[in-house]
């Protein structure tokens, strides 16, 4: 068995993806609506290939869509104030997800690095824009996804 069917997941930045891939998740997204009913006017919406379309469909998806009812697991690289963590964490909570660990090393020159399981609920609002709101606190310095099971 090689690589490609073990079925291996990656986390990626949008801006560290394929533009050809955007393409074909922006196409869904037409179909999806209802706006757009056949794949050939969607594929010509957004210049992509019907070819390109059907080999990635199924490998292509936003984050949020396929996060409800699983675990991530993220790392945050904070500064050492008092404070900051509750307001991560308040954060995790106004968007209705459920924190299962948290751990959070000793400071070393004043930064310290916190790992959080997180539980997706159905209830969970967009994973994607939390992330976001997380990385743009003061004394943030990063937010990265380790792993979603």
Known sequence: MNMNEK????VLKERAVP???????????LLDSGRITSIQEAV?????????F???KDDIFP???TAKGKTITMVVQLDDEPGLL????????EFNANILTIYQSIPINGIASLTLSV???PQTGDVAEMVTHIEEL????????????
Request: proline letters at 0%; hydrophobic letters at 40%; charged letters at 25%.
């Open 119 to 121: 539980d997706i609920l």
């Open 86 to 93: 509750s307001v991560v964490l308040k954060t995790v909570a």
């Open 63 to 65: 984050f949020h869509e």
């Open 44 to 52: 010509d919406h957004v210049g992509i290939s019907r070819s390109s």
């Open 19 to 29: 533009e050809v891939l955007l393409k074909v998740v922006e196409a869904k997204r």
């Open 138 to 149: 003061s004394g943030i310095h990063y937010v990265k996804i380790l792993g979603r099971e």
């Open 7 to 10: 079925g291996q997941y990656f």
């Open 54 to 56: 059907y080999k990635y």
